[in-house]
């Protein structure tokens, strides 16, 4: 009769622990991996990067976002650069505890690119491209970087990709080409165990950029393509690491949470004040 008593008060102080869980997962939860995208995007790409709202289940081990948005460099006159209009990813929940985040899928969809020229030499996504390259190439923080969180993910999907091309303003041309891009593939990303939240956001634009570059070839201007071309070109072993470890790059790419807080947190360290 003593042991069942003390199994029963056990079975109980485990589902409360579970439901405690699940409701610090779904109240603080979404804030902390919503501040850990905006942080590690704006840090990567040296533009704002908002997230509306991140839905955390810990226990169905999933993630919803809603309304990301990544701004431009301040010197262009279109406000966003990418909208993003929502995002499922799929978490093995005890890799929040580890030192590696494991991701089974992540499908991004409704991603709406505005390529902006600025003039015959430069645009938008070649100067984002350069921030992305300079990010890389810094010196590694040995300190920041074995705090914080890796990524590995088995598969990302991005789809219903619409460009708009906005070009100089000639007279009795068009100022705007519209282009729709095949869906992007990526597989096995991170198995090298050095993928953060940061260096994905990377892979993604990399990813979009090529998928531009690639469908928009004899359909866009030299003096958008080339730049485009030469600013990936000049990523250089930066751009190859960030593809290579997305095998498989789909059609148009090339054959293209010690506690929760603490855990997701971890993701981007924030800087002490």
């Known amino acids: 009769m003593k042991l069942l008593k003390i199994l029963r008060i056990v079975a109980i102080v485990v589902l409360l622990l579970v439901l405690i869980l699940s409701i610090v997962g779904k109240i603080y939860g979404g804030r902390l991996v919503k501040w850990g995208i905006e942080k590690a995007g704006s840090s990567a790409l040296k533009v704002p990067v908002t997230l509306d709202k991140?839905?955390?289940?810990?226990?169905?081990?999933s993630l919803g976002l809603t309304n990301l948005s990544i701004g431009n460099p301040p010197e262009y006159k279109n406000k966003q650069f990418l909208e993003l209009k929502s995002g499922s990813i799929t978490v093995s929940p005890a890799s929040l505890l580890s030192g590696t985040i494991h991701i089974p899928e992540i499908k991004l969809n409704g991603i709406k690119v505005v390529l902006e020229q600025k003039d015959i030499r430069s645009n938008n996504i070649q100067d984002i491209l350069k921030n992305i390259s300079a990010g890389e190439e810094?010196?590694?923080?040995?300190?920041k970087q074995a705090s914080g969180k890796k990524l590995r993910i088995d598969y990302l999907e991005l789809t219903d990709i619409t460009v708009d091309v906005k070009l100089l303003p000639l007279p009795g041309k068009a100022d705007t080409i519209p282009l729709k891009l095949p869906p992007i593939i990526m597989k096995d990303i991170g198995n090298d165990g050095k993928t953060t939240t940061a260096a994905l956001v990377s892979k993604i634009i990399v990813a979009i950029s090529k998928g531009?570059?690639?469908k928009g070839a004899g359909i866009l201007p030299d003096d958008i393509t080339k730049p485009l071309n030469g600013a990936l070109?000049?990523?250089g072993n930066v751009g190859g690491q960030l593809l290579d470890q997305g095998k498989n790059l789909g059609?148009?790419?090339?054959?293209?949470?010690?506690?929760?807080?603490?855990?997701?947190q971890g993701i981007v360290k924030p800087k002490k004040e």
């Open 138 to 143: 810094q010196p590694a923080d040995k300190t």
């Open 251 to 264: 059609t148009g790419v090339g054959n293209k949470v010690k506690d929760l807080g603490g855990a997701l």
């Open 212 to 214: 531009i570059a690639e």
């Open 54 to 61: 991140a839905s955390l289940s810990i226990l169905g081990g």
């Open 233 to 235: 070109k000049g990523l």
